[in-house]
């Protein structure tokens, strides 16, 4: 069994049986992770869809742990789309606030796993008191080496290379250059996730077959794991599970054997 796990997962468990079949040295370097399903989870148990995102919240400390441990450079999570602002408002806010509690609750946890936090999205369309919330986590946790933590907020895929494209647009035109040069590396050094490795697995969660409006450009070349696991039940066994089918894939990245 792999030296992290040795305290926290069981002998001849399910969980040490998947962990022993994964092979470190072909670990992705960026998972991304659609987490839906938490209103269905909810709604099954006659609860309102905030208890299903409460659940949630247990699959995310999973997944940070779990993550963490496996050495994993990156994990960018969905949190909340430029859509989602649709939903009812109590959803909305009773998210909002599940997050700022989250952000207090788990930042010493977070920093002492030395995984550095960082938000993306149009931040500035947050509350201003949850805008300084994020910044402080950023800040806190800005020099740790581990893992990075993306959280995706008010975040939509097409706004984000839009804003890329227009940026990198700009520089070229304050360089003195045709817009004629504006070439894909230009586009990618304005992404919010320019500091991070490509997404090598997509994760989504409760069966849907969609992106979702999320990280359309770095999805490019992107193994996809569809699980029917909805959400609050997605923890370690199934991230394993998820890592195992990653390692079974061929990536030829638009090349032939």
Not at 112 to 139: C, H, P, T, V
Not at 228 to 233: A, E, G, R
Request: glycine fraction near 6%.
């Amino acid at each position: 069994m792999h030296e992290n796990f040795v305290k926290i997962v069981k002998p001849k468990s399910a969980e040490a049986e998947l962990l022993a079949l994964i092979d470190f040295a072909r670990l992705p370097e960026h998972i991304a992770i659609i987490m839906d399903g938490n209103g269905r989870w909810a709604k099954q148990r006659g609860k309102p869809r905030i208890f299903g995102h409460k659940e949630g919240a247990e699959s995310v400390r999973a997944i940070l742990d779990t993550c963490a441990r496996l050495g994993i450079k990156a994990v960018t999570l969905y949190a909340f789309s430029t859509e989602n602002w649709k939903r009812p408002e109590d959803e909305v806010s009773g998210l909002m606030q599940m997050l700022k509690l989250y952000l207090k609750k788990e930042l010493k946890t977070v920093h002492k796993n030395n995984i550095r936090f960082q938000a993306i999205g149009k931040i500035e369309g947050l509350s201003e008191d949850l805008q300084k919330q994020i910044a402080a986590a950023a800040d806190f946790t800005a020099e740790n080496t581990g893992t990075i933590l993306s959280i995706a907020l008010n975040y939509g895929g097409r706004a984000e290379i839009t804003a890329a494209a227009a940026k990198a647009a700009q520089t070229l035109v304050e360089q003195g250059k045709s817009l004629d040069d504006l070439c894909e590396l230009d586009i990618a050094a304005n992404l919010y996730t320019r500091n991070l490795p490509e997404v090598d697995l997509l994760i989504r969660t409760s069966g849907e077959f969609r992106i979702s409006n999320f990280l359309l450009w770095q999805l490019a070349y992107s193994e996809i794991y569809v699980t029917p696991t909805l959400f609050p039940d997605f923890r370690r066994a199934e991230i394993f599970k998820a890592i195992l089918d990653f390692q079974k894939r061929e990536r030829r990245f638009g090349a032939i054997n």
